[in-house]
DNA sequence: CCGAATTGCTTTAAGCCTAAAATGTTTCCC
DNA sequence: GGGAAACATTTTAGGCTTAAAGCAATTCGG
């Protein structure tokens, strides 16, 4: 229950109050707990796939956004899907395409564009490691009942756009 | 509900069943919801840090480690706790005790072991950036009620859990 | 004791990643 | 049409990251 001089500031504030030195220790330790979380599993499968397929997880998350796309994806889309900058797409598929993974081509009707797809080897090999890395995905979930899985899925989502509008009112 | 011969199956299996080619695709998307919800909230950190303070996200983790233990910590210490390869710490810990923010020594009880801690500098400039980091945080998770941080805590405390059991049945 | 593991750290080689600047292309609009 | 703005990609410079190999120092078992 706010006091009433904070209620005073409240109304001088935006959306949000200003509150008393509030400590959000609660959310710090959900942020820290998240990418615990992330991190762990993330080297789990990283070191699973160097081990078995001898590949590196930025090439097998390349490849399986490129397995959603028959038609394949500008450089572009493929750094906006994966969320990382463009040079660092530029280098991934010039190292994909170099190990025949890959096929990459200007775009017939805008020169500025380059269009990826996966070659048939690239497809056959992103297929035989996803059926393994969804064993491995399932074993880490293991523990989690199927309403777990259902109410972190809700919640992530909540967390995720939480995140997305905060972002945004930074970056508009 | 099982069919019978699944049931069968079940039985020479160890923990968990066999199963007919089962899909675990609400895993896959659960995981992919964690991953994108770590990238987007990291990514904004990372940004902040760096317009704010100039200082890159690695070097602030690190710093954060250190705040909590005053009398020092080896560099054992920090790679476990920071996740990383120990190689990685070398390096970060080179440029932090370059730039004055860490001081390293060796111990005096063993020789192989250098323990860092953060100088007068390196705590204060923390402190500082550490007050605005817990702001961002609370702005990012700000839509989740206080009952959905807790079930987020509770349900990633389990996958934490489970994660940890699956990554050590491969590496005992 | 003393050699064999183990431990703590560093080095190496390769790749990943980012922000920012540069390059070439297309679109917009006057 | 022609210049400005927007766009897609590449380049650049620097830092992060890993796995694996290498080097000391310590501990352990006989």
Redesign the interface.
């Known amino acids: 229950m706010p006091a009433v001089s904070d209620c005073i500031n409240m109304l001088d504030s935006e959306t949000?109050a200003v509150e008393t030195p509030?400590?959000?220790a609660?959310?710090?330790?959900?942020?820290l707990?998240?990418?615990?979380?992330?991190?762990?599993?993330?080297?789990?499968v990283r070191g699973?796939l160097r081990q078995r397929f001898d590949v590196t997880l930025p090439r097998f998350d390349l490849m399986a956004q490129l397995d959603k796309a028959p038609d394949g994806m500008t450089l572009s889309d493929v750094s906006k899907r994966m969320?990382v900058s463009n040079g660092n797409v530029t280098g991934l598929v010039e190292r994909l395409v170099e190990s025949g993974h890959l096929d990459r081509r200007t775009s017939e009707t805008d020169r500025r564009v380059q269009v990826i797809r996966l070659t048939k080897l690239g497809r056959a090999e992103f297929r035989r490691m996803a059926a393994e890395h969804?064993?491995w995905?399932?074993?880490?979930?293991?523990?989690?009942t199927?309403k777990?899985?259902?109410?972190?899925?809700r919640?992530?989502?909540?967390?995720?756009?939480?995140?997305?509008?905060?972002?945004g009112?930074?970056r508009p």
Chains 1, 2 share one sequence.
């Not at 995905?137 to 989690?144: G, K, P, T, Y």
């Not at 777990?148 to 899925?153: P, Q, S, T």
Request: glycine share 2%; with cysteine; net charge negative.
């Open positions: 949000k509030e400590d959000h609660e959310e710090l330790r959900l942020w707990r998240l990418l615990t979380c992330t991190t762990l599993i993330e080297g789990e699973r969320m969804e064993t995905i399932a074993d880490l979930f293991a523990d989690l199927p777990d899985v259902r109410e972190l899925m919640l992530l989502a909540k967390t995720k756009a939480s995140a997305q509008k905060s972002a009112r930074r």
